[in-house]
């Protein structure tokens, strides 16, 4: 059973083994056709998931567990999922008030009032019921940096997100003091509250070398680099998303990732096949056994 603190072993690990072989997927990120079978199969040892999609019963988790697989669920507290259980039929903007719009890329998500009651109860209840009974290893928590969309109204939003954070950790404690939490694309809260830092046992981003198939600027990907160095200094494990469709974009990726020491992954942009591969020989004349 991978437990925390292997978990946060393995990460350390996984740096030593990048910088040896230089490329390497070492989790597998898929939201839609993921199956048990699938993860039993693949090589990787750690997995995000959405559990609607996966729906694996609490044995087939603890099977999982038995072959030292950590799961970890998705779960977004900042914006709602029109696909969800919670959401109802006569919802929409406004209506209830948590609803304030439409995500601007996914239509079928919205971003939320997070600090309303009502939103957090929707979030924690659908939690209990679809996830807390079903064994996995942690949680995937995301959206949760649609605060900065709220901080001219309320320059207190990133404390209230760090508090809804908390209540969600603390019910999952609750159920699995072992559950291990990785945050998506909220790297920047690590920089602003020590509570955050406390809460999380690791980080996810996307599109941190690449976007939309081309190289962002250089200064950019380094000033995410280097806070991400400190997030794992601080014995945080550091998982980086990239979808890139070029053999050449891939291999660079897991080249410029391997070589900071974090876990590595590139993926197809719906998040529903295996990791993609470079394809040709490392430095080291190794193809990347996924």
Known sequence: MLTKIS?????????????????????????NGATFQSLMDLPQTVFLVDPDDIKLTAEQNAILRSQGKTVLAYLSIGEAESFRSYWQSNWTVGSPSFIVRPDAILPEQYVTQFWQPEWQVSVLDY?????????????????????????????????????????????????????????????????LSEEYR????????????????KMKK?????????????????????MLEEYVE????????????????????????????????????SESGIRIPF
């Open 246 to 281: 070029k053999n050449r974009h891939a291999c660079d990726f897991y080249k410029k990732c391997s070589l900071e020491g974090f876990m590595c992954g590139v993926f197809d942009p719906a998040l529903s096949q295996g990791p993609l591969e470079c394809v040709g020989p």
């Open 7 to 31: 978990f946060l072993l393995f990460g350390l690990i996984v740096a030593a083994e990048c910088r040896r072989t230089r490329y390497r997927a070492h989790f597998h990120a898929q939201m």
């Open 198 to 213: 406390m809460l999380v046992d690791g980080v996810s981003l996307q599109e941190v070398y690449y976007h939309d198939g």
């Open 127 to 191: 939690y209990t019921t679809h996830i807390a009974p079903f064994n996995y290893s942690g949680l995937l928590i995301d959206y949760m940096q649609v605060y900065d969309q709220f901080l001219d109204a309320r320059p207190n939003a990133a404390q209230e997100m760090v508090d809804f954070l908390k209540r969600v950790v603390d019910l999952a404690k609750a159920k699995d003091s072992q559950a291990i939490i990785v945050t998506q694309d909220s790297a920047g809260l690590y920089k």
């Open 218 to 238: 250089a200064r950019e990907t380094r000033e995410m680099v280097d806070l991400l160095n400190g997030i794992s200094k601080d014995k945080k494990v550091v």
